[in-house]
């Protein structure tokens, strides 16, 4: 059997799995006590009117805000007004993290968010426009960048995680209502508790960012802290085992962990030479549209999303070149177009990004170029064994695997010096195509940028097939979407990319080269893209954006609230 045969059962028990339990609640009264049992304390005043609006808009997620308080849970750790204080630290032009006021109902941008970034303060406050009313007094620090921002040592993440542990709520009287004067304990700007702050942030841009943050939440034994130089020719496969079967992805989760990739340091733009990158080492209350593994800032639905930036809006009528035709009837292309955004290159760093490791994959072949493809052999035809086989760029065509259509656009940015023209010379660029047009195509790339990819959500309620690097960055819906169920992971060292086209694509023999037929698998890849779409209508639509982010501000208000250990909806 084909390690992704195995692969697809899987992911069908895990979804199901996941949905038993994400979803089990029926009545207001089950999702509490299903809430106490998760999370050992009483649900967040204002729950039964998050309550009512999750089900009103008919909410399969009830149950499974792990991601969500996963994220809050350090704060625990940390009183009420020093939350309140550090978020007002946080704020400013030059640390690039907008402010955002609620107040009596009504929510306020603060003075110095950036006109090109207003769009994303103005999604938050749509997000919100049907639920503000509910939502308490207090202020939030949204992070402008596409890089995440709060990275805790491993040390200093222990002594949180045993204090936000050990945070337990009053055994007395639970009150089911925040407090009245919430609004004059955000009032730092004329405190003298605060006289010019010194910067939280410092400036690490353009600056390798693995060993320094990436890596430092690991503990100190593991690959990640342990191994700092890597032989960047030679494929770690110590460092992807944990993660896959075979060369195959299987485990979507730990892929993320940075703690036994050591090579992560050269595979992406973050890592190698961010462009936007001011971190801090403290608990700073840092709201960001995703994080990487190991980063402690807060996540909610990307506004990039939830405004349609990148909307799916392809044309109903089928002669038309946007037309969205059923899977089987697509162009057999496996298809990416893209910037150089990961990160900025002037010593060679473009050499280890993942846009431009990908697009040398598909494009840059020398007589010399040979690729590890996992294929049937010819040999042991009737046994159905397979191996992973040395096939020469050449070979591509014959087997029936040359389908590529992956270029960069435009220009080459984020560069400096003779990078610029080298990536030029070595990549080419294709002209700029609509964003539309992705939907005649079969197989469709996703990969994260300096951020995480708008595209993805788009992608999925396509009827073509993602295929998603399993980059370095995590969002809000993290879970609840399934690999190999919903869409296809591949990892960000790209060296199962041949691999995995072989099995959905099919192969012809090659007797030359000891290489069996293998028969195309359209129907499974039609069934996982046409899965993804189906699920992807119920789990991340707008509406689920907005019941994920009204229960991240309750929680958020209590969190904040002087008298957080007294509340509580005790229903």
Same mark, same amino acid.
């Given at each position: 059997?084909?390690?992704?045969?195995?692969?697809?059962?899987?992911?069908?028990?895990?979804?199901?799995?996941?949905?038993?339990?994400?979803?089990?609640?029926?009545?207001?009264?089950?999702?509490?006590?299903?809430?106490?049992?998760?999370?050992?304390?009483?649900?967040?005043?204002?729950?039964?009117?998050?309550?009512?609006?999750?089900?009103?808009?008919?909410?399969?997620?009830?149950?499974?805000?792990?991601?969500?308080?996963?994220? +809050?849970?350090?704060? %625990?750790?940390?009183?009420?007004?020093?939350?309140?204080?550090?978020?007002?630290?946080?704020?400013?032009?030059? /640390?690039?993290?907008?402010?955002?006021?609620?107040?009596?109902?009504?929510?306020?941008?603060?003075?110095?968010?950036?006109?090109?970034?207003?769009?994303?303060?103005?999604?938050?406050?749509?997000?919100?426009?049907?639920?503000?009313?509910?939502?308490?007094?207090?202020?939030? =620090?949204? /992070?402008?960048?596409?890089?995440?921002?709060?990275?805790?040592?491993?040390?200093?993440?222990?002594?949180?995680?045993?204090?936000?542990?050990?945070?337990?709520?009053?055994?007395?009287?639970?009150?089911?209502?925040?407090?009245?004067?919430?609004?004059?304990?955000?009032?730092?700007?004329?405190?003298?508790?605060?006289?010019?702050?010194?910067?939280?942030?410092?400036?690490?841009?353009? +600056?390798?960012?693995?060993?320094?943050?990436?890596?430092?939440?690991?503990?100190?034994?593991?690959?990640?802290?342990?191994?700092?130089? %890597?032989?960047?020719?030679?494929?770690?496969?110590?460092?992807?085992?944990?993660?896959?079967?075979?060369?195959?992805?299987?485990?979507?989760?730990?892929?993320?962990?940075?703690?036994?990739?050591?090579?992560?340091?050269?595979?992406?733009?973050? &890592?190698?030479?961010?462009?936007?990158?001011?971190?801090?080492?403290?608990? &700073?209350?840092?709201?960001?549209?995703?994080?990487?593994?190991?980063?402690?800032?807060?996540?909610?639905?990307?506004?990039?999303?939830?405004?349609?930036?990148?909307?799916?809006?392809?044309?109903?009528?089928?002669?038309?070149?946007?037309?969205?035709?059923?899977?089987?009837?697509?162009?057999?292309?496996?298809?990416?177009?893209?910037?150089?955004?990961?990160?900025?290159?002037?010593?060679?760093?473009?050499?280890?990004?993942?846009?431009?490791?990908?697009?040398?994959?598909?494009?840059?072949?020398?007589?010399?170029?040979?690729?590890?493809?996992?294929?049937?052999?010819?040999?042991?035809?009737?046994?159905?064994?397979?191996?992973?086989?040395?096939?020469?760029?050449?070979?591509?065509?014959?087997?029936? +695997?040359?389908?590529? !259509?992956?270029?960069?656009?435009?220009?080459?940015?984020?560069?400096?010096?003779?990078?610029?023209?080298?990536?030029?010379?070595?990549? =080419? +660029?294709?002209?700029?195509?609509?964003?539309?047009?992705?939907?005649?195509?079969?197989?469709?790339?996703?990969?994260?940028?300096?951020?995480?990819?708008?595209?993805?959500?788009?992608?999925?309620?396509?009827?073509?097939?993602?295929?998603?690097?399993?980059?370095?960055?995590?969002?809000? %819906?993290?879970?609840? $979407?399934?690999?190999?169920?919903?869409?296809?992971?591949?990892?960000?060292?790209?060296?199962? $990319?041949?691999?995995?086209?072989?099995?959905?694509?099919?192969?012809?023999? !090659?007797?030359?080269?000891?290489?069996?037929?293998?028969?195309?698998?359209?129907?499974?890849?039609?069934?996982?893209?046409?899965?993804?779409?189906?699920?992807?209508?119920? $789990?991340?639509?707008?509406?689920?954006?907005? $019941?994920?982010?009204?229960?991240?501000?309750?929680?958020?208000?209590?969190?904040?609230?002087?008298?957080?250990?007294?509340?509580?909806?005790?229903?």
């Amino acid at each position: 059997m084909h390690p992704i045969d195995g692969l697809l059962s899987a992911a069908s028990v895990q979804h199901e799995a996941w949905l038993k339990q994400a979803s089990a609640s029926r009545t207001l009264s089950e999702c509490a006590a299903e809430y106490r049992r998760r999370y050992n304390r009483n649900p967040p005043p204002g729950f039964d009117a998050w309550y009512r609006y999750a089900t009103e808009r008919s909410s399969i997620v009830i149950d499974d805000f792990d991601n969500l308080m996963d994220d +809050l849970q350090l704060f %625990w750790a940390v009183k009420p007004a020093e939350i309140r204080k550090r978020t007002y630290e946080a704020f400013g032009d030059w /640390n690039e993290v907008a402010k955002l006021s609620i107040r009596s109902g009504k929510a306020e941008i603060g003075p110095d968010v950036r006109p090109t970034h207003r769009w994303m303060l103005d999604g938050v406050i749509t997000m919100m426009g049907n639920y503000i009313d509910k939502i308490p007094d207090m202020d939030l =620090g949204f /992070n402008i960048n596409d890089e995440p921002r709060i990275a805790i040592p491993y040390d200093d993440l222990q002594v949180l995680h045993k204090a936000s542990a050990s945070a337990e709520p009053s055994k007395g009287v639970i009150l089911n209502e925040f407090s009245k004067d919430r609004a004059s304990s955000w009032n730092y700007s004329a405190s003298s508790d605060i006289n010019n702050p010194t910067p939280p942030f410092t400036d690490e841009s353009f +600056l390798p960012s693995f060993h320094t943050y990436g890596s430092i939440s690991c503990p100190p034994s593991s690959p990640a802290r342990r191994s700092h130089l %890597w032989d960047t020719r030679t494929l770690c496969t110590t460092c992807f085992a944990p993660h896959s079967t075979s060369i195959f992805l299987s485990n979507w989760t730990l892929s993320a962990s940075p703690c036994h990739q050591p090579d992560l340091a050269h595979l992406h733009g973050f &890592y190698l030479s961010p462009a936007a990158f001011k971190p801090s080492r403290t608990l &700073y209350p840092v709201f960001s549209q995703s994080k990487a593994n190991g980063y402690a800032d807060i996540r909610y639905p990307s506004p990039w999303n939830y405004i349609d930036k990148a909307v799916y809006a392809p044309s109903p009528n089928a002669s038309h070149p946007h037309y969205d035709a059923p899977f089987a009837e697509k162009q057999e292309t496996l298809f990416w177009r893209g910037a150089t955004s990961e990160g900025l290159s002037r010593f060679g760093e473009w050499k280890g990004m993942a846009r431009q490791r990908l697009v040398h994959l598909a494009n840059n072949h020398s007589k010399d170029t040979r690729f590890p493809i996992f294929l049937p052999d010819l040999a042991a035809r009737n046994s159905g064994t397979f191996s992973v086989h040395s096939v020469p760029a050449s070979s591509l065509q014959d087997l029936g +695997l040359n389908i590529t !259509d992956i270029h960069l656009v435009a220009k080459i940015d984020r560069c400096w010096d003779a990078d610029c023209d080298v990536q030029a010379r070595e990549f =080419g +660029l294709a002209d700029p195509s609509d964003f539309q047009s992705h939907w005649r195509y079969k197989y469709l790339v996703d990969l994260d940028g300096a951020g995480f990819s708008g595209r993805f959500l788009p992608f999925l309620q396509s009827r073509g097939l993602p295929l998603k690097v399993a980059g370095v960055f995590r969002e809000w %819906w993290d879970g609840r $979407v399934t690999a190999w169920r919903h869409f296809v992971p591949l990892d960000v060292r790209l060296h199962g $990319v041949w691999s995995t086209l072989a099995f959905f694509q099919g192969v012809r023999e !090659d007797g030359g080269r000891g290489v069996g037929a293998m028969r195309k698998r359209e129907e499974e890849a039609g069934r996982i893209a046409e899965e993804g779409r189906e699920w992807v209508g119920r $789990v991340m639509r707008k509406e689920d954006m907005e $019941v994920y982010f009204y229960r991240l501000l309750l929680e958020w208000g209590r969190l904040t609230d002087e008298r957080r250990d007294e509340l509580g909806f005790a229903g």
